[in-house]
């Protein structure tokens, strides 16, 4: 972790269901182009904590910060303009939408000619705009095409020759990688990934091991939810570990897969490390 | 003050009444997460059957409270297993627009068999009243208070002490859970159904006899009534429900009290809407729910819409702006002149609706804001016909789109109850407001439509004028579908969660859609009062809403030139057929439910 402020830093966020903390006194920081992983059991509240950062849930208690300044319980559509993206564990594209509307929808907080930051009448100039299309909204919207395209072509053949085909009819696998490419036309400063990879085979894991790790060398700050150890172990700069709404372990990766406690969360109490990681060699 | 105590009971009576359909409705929605938008309905056919036992069969009280609850069960049965589980793995659209069609359908059976004129339907008990305190009680308060109590309970011993009252409580908690313990849902929902309908109906025939008068109006005021009870008491909460009946009665009964019989209705309805706006999940619920499941574009039916071409497009739009110098009666373009304005109310709820996913049941309010502004311009402040519309629209757009922003918040089933319950609130407005709106007496004289100071008295000059609007109207609106505007609507649609990770802010892009297609419906009923020269507050009415709805899913939703295509096809064929107009609401909800089960993507598909 750089000295500077950290890019997004949490103190004490905690969030209850009834009776059951869900996320309970998470400390967290991450650092301005690190890659952390939170890893965990189902039902650690891993999830929870993304929807407390990402606005679509809040807080009972605790702070967030983006980049020194308090975002807690802050709107969605807000963050958006902040720069903060994520993508959802179950999948949520726009069905109906092109691949390429669906990816121009994460530009959407960058959109500038077409939304004139004037108070009040804003809206009533956006939908004006919208009808008339002058040059300078057209020329936004073309740019941003551009962009998508670029964005698409990261992804190989995946999803560019699919680009004008509705986002329900793609395979599962396609969808999950157009749910990133949403959130990369953001432009994020803070991406979260909520387990990219579930439901992947093990090359198409691959592949997007390696995109992820591409955008790690370009700078991006990235919070991952990831259950494949191994992907984990290669990607993070460090790994957080949840079990039952509490923070238990946090470390580089080898430290925190030989901690006692990680290992008990995971496979219950009384089973000894070497008989639980089974994928130690590939290492 | 012996008044208050008399309005305290009566608001309880009332309640208990209400009760028996908010039980019902929370019955269905706990275990299918619907709102029957047929409840009402049920209960129609119970009052009618009631009277038929009572009037024509002479049966005593007991057998006409079982042979109520036996043929409602029935209706309830057969709504169930012939329109609803058909549609069980449909979009979520489905089984909300298949209860409005089937609510359509058995209104209009219920009023060609029995005719819409009012009906008494005495009680069989005796007239007397007993004192209690400072208040009056009558044998039938006490026999709706039986009733009331009597089924509460009943239904509590189910629910809690038999196998399949449990099933029905694990089916509510978690549907597949049950499923995989091996509970027959189908079953369930039968169950439920048949329960909730036998409630209905009984209800019915007992508020027919309470004001010893039924017609077919009946209907969508207890649907109505039903759903506003249910929803204060949070949606699925059968005890919240009984809650949220009484709390309605009492309120309406203090508001009729204080205020007068004329708005009691308005009462209930604000009633509502104070609740969906500050506790949407009912007085009952936990301050904060957990975050909603994905429903990733499951809300409308995925399809791949037909791409007309253009220069299909234009030969069409050439030959209807042709049609009259051909030698066609008047009839036929009067014909299309509904149609055109049809097709106005049409895209502009093909927006909100099948853009935007705001299935609004209101929507006529719109076009009587736009009708009254334009009306009241022209007549008191003698504007110009063609300035006094466009302010009709813009009248439209903005004070409807102020209407209806509580709803901004809500989702799927809610929208639509929150429009209905906007609708009728501006209708009684405009009926209560005597001294602008001129109440039910309606405004007369309007001066006719004329455009630069030419009045447009033939035919064909209003066929011209009201095509030419509604083709631009359809053009400005297919070019808003294709700014980053139309996509940001339907991404709203298909996910709200991710819209607004996004930076789609909900309240900002669903007015705007409300702003745009509250102009079109605007201009849509400004242009109707000038034709019809004389409006009240009945010329638009919900079966308008309904009939564009229908129009919409007809067409495909979104699609622009299929909601113009749905007009033609709804205004024009039943008059080609010449069938007679009480036959042709039930010809509209019988085509709403085919389309809902064979073709849910409509004829021109989805957009």
């Not at chain 1, 387990?195 to 093990?202: F, L």
């Not at chain 2, 049809?342 to 804001?369: D, E, F, K, W």
Request: proline share 4%; glycine share 10%; aromatic share 8%.
């Amino acid at each position: 972790m750089t000295g500077t402020t950290p890019l997004l830093s949490l103190r004490g966020v905690t969030r209850t269901f009834g009776g059951l903390t869900a996320v309970d006194h998470i400390d967290l920081d991450l650092g301005q182009g690190e890659l952390v992983s939170i890893i965990g059991p189902n039902g650690a509240g891993k999830t929870t904590l993304f929807n407390l950062v990402t606005g679509l849930d809040r807080p009972d208690g605790g702070e967030v910060r983006l980049g020194g300044q308090v975002i807690t319980g802050f709107a969605p559509e807000k963050l958006a303009n902040y720069g903060v993206a994520r993508t959802f564990q179950l999948g949520r594209v726009f069905g109906n939408l092109s691949v390429m509307d669906n990816v121009l929808i994460g530009a959407h907080a960058r959109l500038k000619a077409v939304k004139p930051a004037v108070p009040l009448i804003g809206p009533l100039l956006e939908l004006g705009l919208a009808l008339l299309r002058p040059s300078s909204v057209k020329a936004e919207e073309e740019r941003l095409r551009e962009e998508v395209r670029a964005i698409l072509a990261r992804f190989g053949e995946r999803l560019l020759p699919r680009i004008d085909q509705p986002a329900y009819s793609l395979s599962y696998a396609n969808r999950r990688r157009v749910e990133i490419a949403r959130a990369l036309a953001l432009k994020p400063r803070l991406l979260l990934l909520d387990e990219p990879t579930a439901g992947m085979n093990p090359t198409e894991t691959a592949e997007m091991q390696a995109l992820i790790s591409e955008l790690k060398a370009e700078g991006l700050t990235i919070l991952l939810i990831e259950h494949k150890l191994d992907m984990v172990m290669r990607l993070s700069d460090r790994v957080v570990v949840m079990d039952e709404g509490k923070k238990i372990a946090e470390g580089a990766g080898e430290e925190v897969r030989n901690d006692r406690k990680v290992i008990e969360a995971y496979l219950g109490h009384g089973l000894s490390p070497a008989t639980s990681d089974e994928r130690e060699p590939a290492a | 003050m012996s008044s208050w105590l008399d309005y305290t009971i009566n608001g309880l009576i009332v309640g208990n009444v209400y009760a028996l359909v908010a039980v019902g409705l929370a019955l269905i929605f706990g275990v299918s997460r619907l709102i029957n938008f047929a409840q009402g309905s049920i209960y129609l056919v119970g009052a009618y059957v009631g009277w038929v036992a009572v009037v024509q069969l002479r049966t005593p009280l007991v057998v006409t409270v079982i042979l109520v609850a036996a043929v409602a069960a029935l209706v309830g049965l057969i709504i169930e297993r012939f329109g609803l589980r058909p549609l069980q793995n449909s979009v979520r659209i489905a089984p909300l627009l298949a209860t409005i069609g089937i609510s359509f359908v058995l209104d209009q059976l219920v009023m060609l068999t029995f005719s819409p004129n009012p009906r008494a339907l005495p009680s069989q008990l005796p007239d007397v009243r007993f004192q209690i305190g400072t208040g009056t009680i009558g044998p039938l308060d006490l026999l709706i208070a039986g009733v009331g109590i009597t089924s509460a309970l009943l239904l509590f011993v189910f629910l809690r002490y038999t196998k399949l009252g449990w099933a029905v409580r694990a089916t509510a908690q978690d549907r597949d859970a049950a499923m995989q313990m091996g509970v027959d849902v189908n079953r369930v929902n039968q169950t439920v159904f048949g329960i909730a309908a036998a409630l209905g109906g009984v209800s019915g025939m007992l508020v027919g006899m309470y004001y010893n008068q039924i017609d077919t109006a009946m209907s969508l005021q207890a649907t109505l009534k039903g759903v506003v009870a249910e929803v204060v008491g949070g949606a699925g909460n059968v005890p919240g429900a009984v809650v949220g009946s009484m709390l309605l009665g009492l309120v309406e009964s203090y508001g009729v009290a204080a205020f007068g019989t004329s708005y009691r209705n308005l009462f209930a309805f604000l009633l509502l809407i104070v609740v969906l706006v500050l506790r949407p999940n009912g007085l009952f619920a936990s301050a904060r729910q957990a975050p909603p499941e994905p429903l990733t574009g499951t809300f409308i039916a995925p399809s791949r819409p037909v791409r007309l071409p253009r220069w299909a497009l234009a030969i069409a739009v050439g030959a209807f702006a042709l049609l009259p110098l051909l030698p066609v009666s008047a009839y036929v373009l009067q014909t299309l002149i509904n149609a055109w304005l049809l097709g106005m109310l049409a895209l502009s709820l093909t927006l909100v609706a099948g853009t935007v996913g705001q299935v609004s049941l209101g929507h006529a309010a719109l076009l009587a804001i736009g009708a009254y502004t334009s009306a009241l311009l022209s007549l008191r402040l003698a504007v110009p016909v063609g300035i006094a519309i466009i302010c009709g629209g813009l009248m439209s757009a903005a004070l409807g789109t102020l209407l209806i922003s509580p709803s901004f918040r809500l989702r799927g089933h809610y929208v639509s109850i929150a429009t209905l319950a906007i609708g009728e609130i501006v209708s009684l407005v405009i009926l209560n407001w005597e001294s602008v709106t001129n109440g039910p007496i309606g405004l007369s004289g309007i001066p006719p439509l004329s455009l630069f100071g030419y009045e447009l008295t033939s035919a064909s000059s209003v066929y011209w004028f009201s095509f030419a609007v509604m083709v631009l109207l359809a053009l400005l609106q297919a070019r808003l579908l294709t700014s980053h505007l139309g996509r940001s609507f339907r991404a709203i649609r298909d996910d709200d969660v991710a819209a607004r990770a996004y930076g789609l802010g909900l309240n900002r892009y669903k007015a705007l859609a409300f702003i745009f297609g509250g102009f079109a419906a605007g201009v849509s009923g400004g242009i109707a009062a000038h034709l019809y020269s004389y409006i009240n507050h009945e010329t638009f009415n919900t079966q308008q809403s309904i009939l564009a709805l229908t129009v919409v899913i007809l067409g495909g939703l979104g699609n622009v030139a299929g909601a113009i295509l749905g007009s033609v096809a709804l205004v024009g064929l039943p008059e080609a057929f010449r069938i007679a107009a009480e036959y042709r609401i039930l010809i509209y909800g019988i085509v709403l439910l085919l389309l809902v089960r064979f073709r849910p993507q409509g004829l021109l598909g989805t957009i």
